[in-house]
């Protein structure tokens, strides 16, 4: 036997902890911190979702190599790992969306398909998929591609939900947190445990950023008005707790020679075809429905009215927009504009997250009027909120573009 093939078949002590319920908290937990370090990274350092995804792509495969040379399962390690891969799994998404213009229902397919491929390789290989079986390298190999995947398609997918067909993160919550019930039940009546775990898996993505939004969104746009640092934070010191008591505690360890039952559980295959044959029927018309009834309401809008006569001596009038109403983003600008001209950073860059929060929401409505002028102004904003939250703001630069925005809102 060669050596590749040694160290792929050698055998290890499990590397990933037992299924429990600390399992799915820290999972959550992760997955929101995740994306705001994204956020965060992003926009407020300034990198950009390029100098972002290198930076998190170097720690993450830093952090995998440790992963990969230890022969055990260690909380800190491994969560560490998670942690990451959900940062960059997200920026994976995030850049074929915002820089290469890949649609999300695009993204959505594709890594729907390439994590498909992910199991079928994984599957024939080594014939289980069994999370309690990871104890060679190839099997860890197969099984942090499909925690990469499983991290981009739940990024797609609930961006798809939330922002294209305009449900809002808590609605989409809502959906995804019910989806995951209903595995859960199903699970404990019979279905069999590894597709029901990665089912759970992939839908505790969007269910964790919904949280996270909840919770750190302005009261006016039906969030608790905490914050983005502070979410983080809480999460954050959540986190640590937890794995600091795992660590400690080792109830999450499974016991070296113990018996995978999942893997002799019966009637995998047929149970996979029929879940995934109601889960794309259940999206697909869900879809359909939705983009239907967006189409209708873009369609039925009332069109926007002239610019009035301009009184001699007056200000230039706004100039109607092919995306309808606009006033109330001017108005969120005009205020974060007038915030920064007095002198009062923190008021304007508190002000603005009220503009990000409000043009998301309105995409779904606005987006299918005129894609043009949609992706034109949403790259401006994008523009203001790394300004504006950068660690070392340019009151120059901040002001140069809210003025640039507000002439293409006006």
Not at 213 to 223: A, E, K, R
Not at 373 to 401: C, F, K, N, Y
């Amino acid at each position: 036997m060669t050596t590749s093939h040694a160290m792929a078949g050698r055998r290890l002590l499990v590397k990933v902890p037992e299924i429990t319920l600390w399992f799915w908290i820290v999972k959550i937990l992760c997955t929101t911190v995740g994306e705001t370090a994204a956020d965060f990274l992003n926009i407020s350092l300034n990198l950009g979702l390029t100098g972002t995804s290198v930076v998190t792509g170097l720690l993450l495969a830093v952090v995998l190599v440790l992963q990969f040379r230890a022969d055990r399962y260690v909380a800190v390690r491994y969560w560490l790992a998670v942690t990451l891969v959900s940062v960059f799994g997200t920026l994976v998404t995030d850049n074929l969306t915002d820089n290469l213009g890949v649609p999300l229902e695009a993204s959505t397919l594709l890594f729907g398909a390439l994590l498909a491929l992910t199991f079928l390789a994984w599957y024939r290989t080594e014939r289980t998929l069994s999370v309690h079986s990871i104890d060679t390298r190839r099997r860890e190999a197969f099984y942090w591609l499909a925690i990469l995947f499983t991290f981009a398609l739940g990024t797609a997918t609930g961006d798809l939900m939330a922002e294209v067909l305009g449900l809002g993160y808590l609605a989409t919550g809502t959906i995804v947190a019910a989806v995951i019930a209903l595995t859960a039940l199903a699970w404990w009546l019979g279905l069999h445990p590894v597709l029901g775990f990665w089912v759970v898996y992939v839908l505790t993505r969007p269910l964790g950023a919904s949280i996270g939004d909840l919770l750190s969104q302005p009261g006016d746009l039906g969030g608790l008005g905490l914050g983005a640092t502070v979410t983080s934070l809480v999460f954050l010191v959540a986190i640590i707790g937890i794995v600091t008591y795992l660590a400690v505690s080792k109830v999450d360890v499974i016991p070296a020679g113990a018996a995978p039952a999942d893997e002799t559980a019966p009637g995998g295959l047929w149970q996979t075809a029929v879940v995934l044959v109601v889960l794309l029927a259940a999206g697909g018309t869900g879809y359909a429905l939705r983009t239907s009834a967006l189409a209708q309401e873009a369609a039925v809008a009332a069109p926007a009215e002239p610019a009035p006569t301009q009184a001699a001596g007056a200000a230039p009038a706004a100039v109607a927009s092919p995306l309808g109403d606009l006033s109330a983003f001017r108005t969120i600008t005009q205020d974060t504009l007038t915030l920064l001209e007095a002198g009062d950073q923190s008021g304007a860059t508190a002000r603005v997250d009220a503009l990000e929060t409000s043009w998301d929401s309105a995409e779904a409505r606005l987006k299918p009027r005129d894609k043009a002028a949609w992706t034109e102004i949403d790259g401006r904003i994008d523009a203001v909120l790394r300004q504006l939250r950068s660690t070392s703001p340019d009151p120059t630069r901040e002001q140069a573009a809210l003025t640039d925005l507000l002439t293409a809102l006006s």
